[in-house]
């Protein structure tokens, strides 16, 4: 590697935290919220003067500063994040584009620069205690450069390629449906490594996920959805767990490993009232509890959050369960951190594939740090590499094999942390006994 210039010193670097020591952590909770970025949900004063990087202004394509100006956490617009809106407000590395990711209003009239807002602290209460108490990440960067279908496919297998030995991976929201049961016509865009467009392809892949080797060692697994043809229920595009089949006139998904697909997400609190909590789960929230800007009445988030922390904390799980809280991408929000370029062997990721931008991270566990920011690099690969740490499985090879393992969140030679309940607006009982239709995204 070729040096900066200067004169040549010697730099000890302390070896990494060892993973957790066997049996220490038996449950994983993902929680995998959606469309935020630390600029956009995080302005926390707490979390700022103990050196969180939060902006409180950005810059535009015409080089003006914009201050970052608050705003209600449900609100009736959407910003676009696709790829191309990756790619605008990107611009090279330069940050400055945020002005040009396209605004669709749903009321009548959106506000100007809505790009640069921030959600108002009296929204997102339940958030900031969770970050305050335990590890906030601010450099958590999505691993794929633009909106959900891509994002829930890292979260699941560290990649969104189709196949094992692909170098394409998919970059957009599928069009005209979704996973290995859409109907025929259905689309997804596919990007190469560099983040150049290379066509498209039915929605439904083939290789390897982080379920399939917790099946191999025994470990139980559940994924928690509002539905099962979802850009969110990351399962359905892969053929082995999503096994196609017509009933009454439909392609449905089904099969053993289907049947730990479970709908609606709610379950997750009965699950872990009734002590069935799986040793890995994944729980994704149906669209009025994901922070996914859509409608004013899409608030439910920080208490649906709050509620499975609560139920995990005040049971016998709290003792041996890591939550880890992130959100799937940025949702097209001003944040003013470039991403960094993974540099790996030359393999099927390129030699300088470029991650999205930040999302939030929260680390929720007795053996989290407490009151602490992590400023390591960190992406969804992270936690898949976590897990596989956790359980002793081998890596899948993808964004795992790149990325760190959270291993500077945690400290399990600590006394552990007492857990202490999360306030928020809603409780549990709430979301049990909410009958309402669980809302998919709109942006499919």
């Known amino acids: 590697m070729n040096g900066c210039g200067g004169s040549k010193s010697s730099v000890i670097v302390p070896p990494p935290p060892p993973p957790p020591p066997p049996g220490t952590i038996k449950h994983v909770v993902v929680i995998f919220q959606e469309n935020r970025t630390p600029d956009n949900l995080f302005h926390d004063p ?5 050196g969180a990087d939060i902006a409180s202004s ?5 080089g003006q500063t914009i201050p970052l100006t608050p705003e209600s956490l449900g609100v009736d617009y959407d910003l676009g994040h696709t790829h191309p809106s990756f790619e605008a407000m990107y611009d090279g590395g330069k940050m400055d584009g945020a002005d040009k990711v396209q605004v669709s209003c749903y009321g009548t009239s959106c506000p100007a620069n809505a790009q640069f807002m921030y959600v108002q602290a009296s929204d997102v209460g339940p958030y900031f205690q969770l970050a305050e108490q335990y590890t906030f990440g601010d450099r958590m960067f999505q691993t794929n450069e633009g909106p959900s279908f891509p994002a829930h496919q890292f979260i699941l297998a560290g990649t969104s390629a189709p196949t094992a030995t692909s170098n394409l991976f998919a970059a957009e929201n599928t069009q005209r449906g979704t996973g290995c049961a859409a109907p025929a016509g259905a689309t997804v865009s596919l ?5 150049n467009e290379a066509g498209s392809m039915y929605p439904c892949f083939e290789h390897p996920t982080l379920s399939d080797e917790l099946d191999a060692r025994g470990v139980s697994w559940r994924y928690y959805t509002p ?3 979802s850009i969110w229920t990351g399962p359905n595009a892969i053929q082995h767990i999503c096994q196609a089949q ?5 392609l449905v998904c089904t099969g053993n490993d289907w049947n730990n697909v479970i709908i609606p997400p709610k379950q997750v609190l009965n699950d872990i009232a009734n002590d069935q909590l799986a040793g890995v789960s994944w729980v994704i929230p149906a669209g009025q509890n994901s922070d996914h800007a859509t409608s004013p009445t899409w608030t439910g988030g920080p208490s649906w959050v709050a509620s499975i922390v609560n139920a995990i904390g005040s049971s016998a799980y709290w003792s041996d369960t890591a939550i880890i809280i992130a959100w799937d991408d940025w949702g097209g929000w001003y944040d003013h951190v470039p991403p960094p370029k993974v540099i790996t ?4 990721w390129g030699s300088g594939y470029v991650y999205g931008f930040r999302v939030p991270l929260i680390v929720v566990s007795p053996y989290a740090k407490a009151s602490y920011i992590s400023h390591v690099n960190h992406d969804f690969g992270s936690i898949l590499n976590f897990i596989e740490e956790t359980f002793g499985l081998p890596s899948l090879g993808y964004a795992d094999a790149h990325a760190d ?3 500077d969140c945690f400290n399990f030679s600590q006394t552990p942390l007492r857990f202490q ?5 809603m409780s549990a009982e709430h979301f049990i006994n909410d009958n309402t239709p669980q809302a998919d995204p709109d942006d499919d």
């Open 405 to 407: 393992d959270l291993s």
């Open 46 to 50: 707490v979390l700022i003067a103990n």
């Open 227 to 229: 539905s099962p043809i």
């Open 191 to 195: 990007i190469d490594p560099n983040g």
């Open 345 to 348: 062997d030359g393999s099927s």
């Open 421 to 425: 309940t999360i306030a928020a607006p």
């Open 58 to 62: 950005g810059v535009n394509s015409s």
């Open 246 to 250: 017509t009933q009454n006139g439909q």
